[in-house]
């Protein structure tokens, strides 16, 4: 099957059981957490190690989860370790915060520049993409020196390249051609 088909599936079947129980944003905050854990790198080689049977890592969650994650987070994590797909973790995590973004008609956006961008002018891009595409907005920034200048920004599936980089990079493509 898909890598992708069996996160949505597993992300669905969680996203829908949570809204039938009203704890929709308890559950997206779970997966906001479970979503950091596995991008620390002892986490991630966890996750993929052959050599710790299933019902370890079980344990191993439960006792790194705890009390902090509802009990229905608690439940999918057993069921993705007890099929053998733990490694499928943070790529469910990720489909159901955005399922849950895309349910309460958030967008994520992402900004990326040269240098830091001051709040006000993250706040009228947050507004103009708000008002263009008649959604709330996440604008997240990151900071990559590489493109020289300008910006890169990506809306769902929109991408705005505007960068010095992407400019060059164009410039040098037709002096190649000619």
Do not use: W
């Not at 969680?14 to 809204?19: C, D, I, K, N, V």
């Not at 994650?69 to 999918?76: A, R, Y």
């Not at 790529?91 to 967008?107: L, N, P, Q, Y």
């Not at 959604?135 to 929109?158: P, S, Y």
Request: glycine content about 2%.
């Amino acid at each position: 099957m898909n890598d992708s088909k069996i996160s949505v599936r597993y992300s669905r079947a969680l996203f829908q059981s949570a809204l039938e129980k009203k704890i929709l944003d308890k559950v997206n905050q779970d997966m906001i957490f479970i979503s950091e854990v596995c991008k620390i790198p002892e986490a991630k080689e966890f996750l993929h190690s052959p050599i710790i049977v299933p019902s370890k890592k079980a344990a191993i969650f439960h006792k790194m989860l705890g009390d902090n994650v509802e009990e229905i987070t608690l439940s999918l994590i057993d069921l993705v370790v007890r099929n053998g797909r733990e490694s499928y973790i943070p790529a469910i995590a990720r489909v159901f915060i955005h399922e849950t973004m895309k349910h309460k008609g958030i967008t994520e956006s992402v900004l990326t520049t040269a240098v830091k961008v001051e709040a006000n002018v993250k706040k009228q891009i947050a507004d103009l993409i708000s008002e263009v595409f008649k959604t709330k907005v996440v604008l997240k920034e990151n900071i990559d020196a590489d493109i020289i200048g300008g910006f890169i920004l990506r809306v769902d599936d929109n991408y705005i390249d505007a960068s010095i980089r992407n400019k060059l990079r164009k410039i040098k493509k037709s002096l190649k051609e000619v």
